[in-house]
């Protein structure tokens, strides 16, 4: 399989020279974390392939160890101005791979948005490795995991349910997965933990408003906002993800960011003059 890789990337370079009055375009780059089932980001070893739907290969990436926006990979698809072999166009779908060195994970759903965008643009997308037989969104380890668990804790054993809410914290077992909470204890539930204005600092000459809670390794966490509840038009908001109230003011604002570590996360976010009721979004 690797052979035949290296064979059809020797092809792409003779194609662009064989396909004249076809300009290239700057390529549409995916970027992300990728994690195992436990998500764990990669360091080494993992290879992330986009192929068009006839199977023709049009990008390869190894990842890295995570960098400071916690990203493992980038992966860069060639685009030209008309359709050519081995590249791609805007609006077009494309199938993922991904080669962890024992199983070749070969799945459409693989990357939460398989379109090309616009030459140049960048589509931030974290990917985790699960088995997923039944199709509920949820790792067949995970299930069998909180199964036991169960077993042990309640002497009950019942098959996985997601829609089901075995702790009674509000939150249905499938969205505590999703937020990396316990779904067997109603101590642990995705909230806001505190939502306040801080004082005026010499930094900023001006307060601001400040998200805390808690975030679970390997979730990517949105903040949004509306003006208004009636018909809300929810807006993505930049912010600041830092467990330090005295963080520099410089540090990169991102929108969603992706955790690597646990722990209490607090989000600058910028001061503006209107109210606005915010949303915290995990996926
Ligand atoms: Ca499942
Ligand atoms: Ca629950
Ligand atoms: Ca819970």
């Not at 018909?231 to 600041?240: G, I, K, T, V």
Request: hydrophobic share 40%; no cysteine; charged share 20%.
């Amino acid at each position: 399989m690797k052979k035949g890789f290296a064979i059809i990337l020797v092809g792409i370079l003779s194609v662009s020279a064989a396909t004249a009055g076809t300009v290239a375009l700057p390529p549409f780059t995916y970027t992300g974390r990728l994690m195992n089932n436990l998500r764990v980001a990669y360091t080494e070893g993992v290879t992330i392939y986009a192929r068009n739907t006839n199977g023709v290969l049009l990008a390869r990436a190894p990842v890295f160890a995570p960098d400071i926006s916690v990203r493992n990979y980038a992966l860069s698809v060639p685009l030209a101005s008309a359709p050519t072999e081995k590249t791609a166009v805007v609006g077009e779908r494309l199938v993922f791979e991904v080669d962890d060195g024992s199983t070749l994970w070969v799945e459409q759903a693989l990357m939460p948005d398989n379109t090309v965008g616009n030459p140049g643009a960048v589509a931030v997308a974290d990917i985790v490795l699960v088995t997923d037989t039944n199709g509920n969104g949820v790792d067949d380890t995970y299930e069998s995991m909180i199964e036991t668990l169960r077993y042990e804790l309640d002497g009950l054993y019942e098959q996985y349910d997601a829609n089901a809410d075995y702790d009674k914290d509000g939150v249905p077992n499938g969205q505590e997965y999703l937020a990396g909470t316990d779904p067997l204890s109603d101590a642990e539930t995705f909230v806001i933990d505190e939502m306040q204005n801080l004082a005026p600092t010499i930094a900023i000459q001006s307060s601001r408003a400040v998200i805390r809670f808690y975030a679970t390794r390997g979730r990517t966490y949105s903040v949004v906002s509306s003006t208004s509840l009636d018909n809300p038009q929810w807006q993505a908001q930049p912010f600041r993800l830092t467990d330090s109230e005295s963080a520099a003011v410089s540090e990169v604002y991102y929108s969603p960011a992706s955790v690597e570590q646990e722990g209490s996360v607090i989000f600058y976010v910028p001061s503006g003059a209107e109210a606005m009721f915010y949303r915290l979004r995990v996926e």
